[in-house]
């Protein structure tokens, strides 16, 4: 819900919770949290985590310069938005970076320490987190989805359609 609301769209969100299990890391992912941390944890981690999201809006305004068209597909930096066919596709900000991230790069195959460190600053990050975004990201696109491959033990790429 709170994504859905313009003027907090791209505030991003960390959870920290006293459930570690995996299901509950994936639901938070899947409804759009940026950062996942099990309680007990420390104020240290918290500050790095946060200073990491903060780097990442920082590169944010280099991200609103850019339009990039493949296909059907077109991520729009300047206006932080994405459609595919004309259609605007409603993204998290973590969503909107990781695609941005893959389209710099068409027909490159993108490993995911590569993506964790760009997207997420985090080379050891867990790759099931990746592999969520991904997933749910792929579903959003609808048929351009089909645009980002997996392969398989190496990370992802994202074909350019003529």
Do not use: C
Not at 5 to 20: F, L, Q, R, Y
Not at 136 to 162: F, P
């Amino acid at each position: 819900r709170i994504r859905r609301e313009p003027s907090v769209a791209d505030v991003s969100i960390i959870v920290v919770s006293p459930d570690d299990d995996e299901l509950h890391r994936v639901v938070a992912f899947e409804l759009g949290v940026d950062d996942f941390l099990a309680e007990p944890v420390s104020l240290r981690e918290l500050v790095l985590r946060v200073r990491a999201i903060l780097r990442r809006t920082e590169r944010d305004d280099s991200e609103r310069r850019e339009r990039i068209v493949l296909g059907s597909l077109v991520v729009d930096g300047s206006r932080h938005q994405v459609t595919v066919e004309g259609r605007d596709v409603s993204l998290t900000a973590l969503e909107f970076r990781l695609l941005l991230d893959l389209a710099r790069h068409p027909n490159r195959v993108q490993r995911r320490n590569e993506l964790l460190e760009r997207v997420w600053s985090d080379p050891r990050g867990e790759t099931r987190t990746l592999d969520t975004h991904v997933k749910r990201l792929r579903r959003k696109l609808d048929h351009a989805g089909s645009y980002i491959e997996t392969v398989r033990g190496v990370g992802y790429r994202l074909r350019a359609m003529a």
